[in-house]
């Protein structure tokens, strides 16, 4: 493959963007998105994410990753919504 159009180097790494589901206090479930899961999940479990914060202990149960960042949030965007929470009991925690 030719990497004339990165001048000659190799085209830069594909960004990363996850869908994340935790499970938290009693039982309920956060879903969200981020770029940068290990940091997120600290700031979650150190109570620095307000929709979370009251809900410690949080852990991780599953987490989905994708190459771009749109399908990422539209993923996020259906977990959220009734088929998709359906979806995700069945097969993501």
Same mark, same amino acid.
């Given at each position: 493959?030719?990497?004339? *159009?990165?001048?000659?180097?190799?085209?830069?790494?594909?960004?990363?963007?996850?869908?994340?589901? =935790? /499970?938290? &206090?009693?039982?309920?479930?956060? #879903? *969200?998105? #981020?770029?940068? $899961?290990?940091?997120?999940? /600290?700031?979650? &479990?150190?109570?620095?994410?307000?929709?979370? /914060? %009251?809900? $410690?202990?949080?852990? $991780?149960? #599953?987490?989905?990753?994708?190459?771009? &960042?749109?399908?990422?949030?539209? @993923?996020? %965007?259906?977990? /959220? &919504?009734?088929? *998709?929470?359906? @979806?995700?009991?069945?097969? =993501?925690?």
């Amino acid at each position: 493959m030719d990497n004339a *159009g990165f001048g000659g180097q190799s085209p830069p790494p594909s960004e990363k963007w996850y869908v994340y589901i =935790l /499970k938290c &206090k009693y039982g309920r479930i956060y #879903t *969200g998105c #981020t770029n940068d $899961l290990e940091s997120r999940i /600290k700031r979650h &479990k150190a109570g620095q994410v307000e929709a979370t /914060k %009251r809900l $410690l202990p949080v852990s $991780l149960e #599953t987490y989905v990753v994708f190459n771009n &960042k749109y399908i990422a949030y539209n @993923f996020e %965007r259906y977990l /959220k &919504k009734g088929s *998709g929470r359906s @979806f995700a009991k069945r097969h =993501l925690y």
